[in-house]
């Protein structure tokens, strides 16, 4: 077993986290994960495949992917001359393959679809017009809002106008009830408060609110994420967020959010947001429970 292995199987076992929690976040397999602990990347997919692995698992269970690969340079698999060489080709492919002539044909396409669309537009305001309207004889004076009507159809209509019907003398119009606005009735304010602490479990009531929606948002760095109904069931969410990335849940009257870097992540409940800065522990867990309102 290497070294680098050992040091991600023992922050692996101290976070508590395991192989299929892993597997479950970087989507690497188990066979793979495995390999890693026990330094046998001559097991991984290529050198190029290897690396990217040991970065992933490193940043899942929270340690500075970039320090420990610079840190363990050593343990890691050489490039060999081939897969260079292969992947040198690919970017030259790639490069060549510009996607400058599907844009052309792209902009051609939909000059041409504009073009109909004018064609289209015209032609129908055409066929809607059936002649009864015509433009009034110079030097006649037109009222503003009458209406214009060709010559031979008995001359021109006019619009009649709603009057209001005003209340006799000293009597006064009694409100209908039916259009009377209902009563507004106010919603109780939403509040998010903290109850307890147990280790790395932080324990928040939720009064204002029938069911919790979660939004994630991490601020700095990246974090792994789960959410669930409750601790020990299947999540409903989970994976990793980057910088400015943001997730968003909708749970029944319980939440459960595990969040391996709790410091770098935005936690809003209900719109209120949870103060996740002085959470140490990573991961750190945090539970939410909906609070029936006091019976009058």
């Given amino acids: 077993m290497s070294e680098l292995g050992q040091v991600l199987q023992r922050a692996r076992e101290e976070k508590g986290i395991s192989l299929d929690d892993i597997q479950r976040i970087t989507k690497i397999q188990r066979r793979y994960l495995e390999a890693i602990e026990r330094g046998h990347f001559h097991v991984l997919p290529g050198h190029f495949y290897a690396r990217a692995f040991i970065k992933s698992y490193a940043e899942a269970v929270g340690l500075d992917a970039n320090h ?16 260079q060489a292969e992947r040198l080709r690919r970017r030259r492919v790639s490069t060549t393959n510009s996607p400058i002539q599907a844009g052309r044909w792209i902009t051609k396409a939909l000059l041409v679809l504009f073009v109909a669309l004018i064609i289209g537009v015209s032609y129908v305001a055409l066929v809607n017009n059936d002649g009864s309207v015509t433009l009034p004889i110079p030097g006649e004076k037109v009222t503003p809002g009458a209406e214009i009507v ?7 209509a006019t619009p009649p106008i709603a009057q209001t019907p005003v209340p006799p003398n000293n009597q006064t119009q009694t409100p209908d009830p039916s259009t009377t606005a209902p009563p507004v009735v106010e919603t109780p304010p939403v509040t998010v408060t903290f109850e307890s602490q147990q280790g790395s479990m932080y324990n928040y009531a939720l009064q204002g609110g029938e069911k919790i929606t979660v939004k994630l948002k ?34 029944g009257k319980t939440a459960y959010v595990r969040l391996g870097k709790p410091m770098m ?3 809003t409940v209900n719109g209120v947001v949870v103060d996740t800065s002085q959470m140490k522990s990573m991961p750190s867990n945090i539970v939410i429970a909906v609070k029936e309102a006091a019976a009058q």
Avoid: C
Wanted: cysteine-free; proline content about 7%.
């Fill in 68 to 83: 420990l690969m610079n840190h363990f340079q050593s343990d890691l698999p050489a490039q060999p001359p081939v897969e």
């Fill in 150 to 156: 060709s010559p031979g159809q008995g001359g021109a």
């Fill in 218 to 251: 991490v601020k700095e760095d990246r974090s792994w994420y789960g959410v669930s109904e409750g601790k020990g069931k299947t999540y409903v969410g989970t994976g990793e967020l980057k910088k400015d990335e943001e997730k968003t849940i909708e749970l």
């Fill in 265 to 267: 992540v935005e936690l």
